[in-house]
């Protein structure tokens, strides 16, 4: 009888094991696709070489630009929002960056749609947020799923202005 007894506690060990690791791993698939929170801190179109893909720093500082915001929820895919503050985002082209798919691409466009996606980014007010492109009829603001070849890219907009050069105030 207590044979039997021990060797239902292992089972009952064994069995309660098993769906702790099962929990215990689920809770880290879930962490992995959690929404990430971006909030540029700079209106400039910084040079950078490198993003954090979790916070959306460039080159292992703490500057986070609209651009590398919307370059890391798009390496990420998934679900992020891009909070922007009252100002002007001026995409002079001095915040290059390269997408391995498309080549040399233009350095104003913000490209997105690498990967599948919803990313809100939500502006101040359409009267307090404006993202602005450096010259006049240069380039498109965005080209958001390029090629089509993605998908499930969705790219929702509020609260901002779409400028070009011409509209400076």
């Keep these: 009888m207590q044979q039997l007894l021990n060797s239902c506690r292992v089972i009952s060990f064994v069995s309660n094991a ?11 698939l879930f962490l992995t696709t959690q929404a990430q929170n971006y909030t540029p801190n700079t209106f400039a179109d910084q040079p950078f070489t490198t993003v954090n893909n979790s916070t959306g720093e460039i080159d292992g500082g703490s500057v ?21 503050a009252t100002g002007t985002y001026l995409l002079d082209g001095s915040g290059n960056y390269t997408v391995s798919s498309l080549g040399a691409i233009s350095s104003r466009t913000i490209y997105l749609g690498n990967t599948s996606q919803d990313i809100t980014i939500n502006g101040n007010g359409a009267a307090n947020t404006f993202i602005q492109m450096a010259a006049a009829g240069a380039d498109r603001i965005f080209a958001i799923n390029y090629d089509g070849s993605v998908p499930d890219v969705f790219t929702t907009m509020s609260g901002m202005t779409l400028k070009d050069d011409a509209l400076r105030n």
């Excluded at 630009?65 to 998934?78: E, K, Q």
């Design 18 to 28: 098993k769906v702790f690791i099962l929990f215990f791993f689920s809770g880290f």
């Design 64 to 84: 986070i630009t609209l651009r590398s915001a919307l370059l890391a929820a798009d390496n990420l895919g998934g679900t992020h929002t891009i909070t922007l």
